[in-house]
């Protein structure tokens, strides 16, 4: 059982950065990919970003790549989303989920532990 907690997010002007953290409970942490989604207000729920088990491998959504950078440590259970050049269109609901087949995946349903997510608001 792993339990995810985000933090972090709030409201910032366009062309600004925040840092979204997830902190993991369970001793497990370690064996589960690591994922960031965001959803809209009435759209589906997106693929953001990805990291491998061991931290080694990333995968981004081309919306975001070369702006936001995932990583992971594991010594504090923890996994980052540093968001830079933030758009309005980054403005989101961002979740983070646990995957513990290991691999890089944007889809959904192969995530097994959701976090209940935090406030993204970027101001034009």
């Known amino acids: 059982q792993v339990q995810l907690v985000e933090s972090g997010g709030g409201l910032v002007q366009a062309g600004g950065s925040l840092r979204l953290s997830c902190a993991a409970s369970?001793?497990?942490?370690?064996?589960?990919?690591m994922g960031w989604f965001r959803q809209a207000p009435g759209k589906e729920r997106e693929f953001v970003a990805a990291?491998?088990?061991?931290?080694?491998?990333?995968y981004y959504a081309d919306s975001v790549k070369g702006r936001f950078t995932i990583s992971r440590d594991g010594a504090k259970n923890t996994v980052y989303l540093q968001m830079n050049s933030l758009k309005p269109e980054d403005t989101a609901v961002y979740h983070c989920?646990?995957?513990?087949?290991?691999?890089?995946?944007?889809?959904?349903?192969?995530?097994?532990?959701w976090g209940q997510g935090t406030q993204v608001t970027v101001a034009s």
């Open positions: 369970g001793r497990t942490f370690g064996r589960y990919a």
């Open positions: 989920a646990a995957d513990h087949t290991r691999g890089l995946t944007d889809s959904t349903s192969k995530y097994d532990y």
């Open positions: 990291v491998s088990w061991t931290g080694g491998s990333t």
